[in-house]
C-alpha cells in the first residue's frame, strides 16, 4: 500500500514541475528509488521498502485518464533513504 502513496506523492511532483516549467507531451520520466522504507499503518513492525513493480504500477495506474497516460517510467534502485526524479523527457 505504501507504494501506491509514494506513487501519488512522485505524480504530484511531476504534475507541479509540468506546471511550472509549461512542459507538454511528457514521453518519459526517470526516477531513483533509494531505500524508503514505510509502514501504511506506522507501527514499526509493519515496515517494508518500497517495491519498485508496485510502485511503476501505482505510477501507471494512478496516471491513468490523465495528461500523464502515456508517459514511460523509468525507476532505478539506487542506495540512499530518499528519491528524486532525475530527468523528464518530452516528445
Same mark, same amino acid.
Given at each position: ?10 505524480? #504530484?511532483? =511531476? ?7 509549461? &512542459? #507538454?507531451? /511528457?514521453?518519459?520520466?526517470? &526516477?531513483? =528509488? *533509494?531505500?524508503i522504507?514505510? !509502514?501504511?499503518? +506506522?507501527?514499526? #513492525? ?5 517495491? =519498485? %513493480? +508496485? &510502485?511503476?504500477? *501505482? ?7 490523465? $495528461?500523464? !497516460?502515456?508517459v #514511460?517510467?523509468?525507476?532505478? @534502485?539506487? $542506495?540512499? %533513504?530518499?528519491? @528524486? =526524479?532525475t530527468? /523528464?523527457?518530452?516528445?
Amino acid at each position: 500500500m505504501h507504494d501506491f502513496f509514494l506513487a501519488k506523492q512522485i505524480l #504530484e511532483k =511531476i504534475r507541479e514541475i509540468v506546471m511550472e516549467k509549461k &512542459l #507538454e507531451r /511528457i514521453s518519459k520520466v526517470s &526516477l531513483e =528509488i *533509494g531505500s524508503i522504507v514505510l !509502514a501504511h499503518d +506506522n507501527l514499526p #513492525e509493519h515496515l517494508e521498502d518500497i517495491n =519498485i %513493480e +508496485n &510502485l511503476v504500477f *501505482g505510477l501507471k495506474s494512478f496516471a491513468k485518464d490523465t $495528461a500523464l !497516460a502515456q508517459v #514511460e517510467f523509468d525507476v532505478q @534502485k539506487v $542506495a540512499g %533513504e530518499s528519491w @528524486k =526524479i532525475t530527468s /523528464i523527457e518530452v516528445e
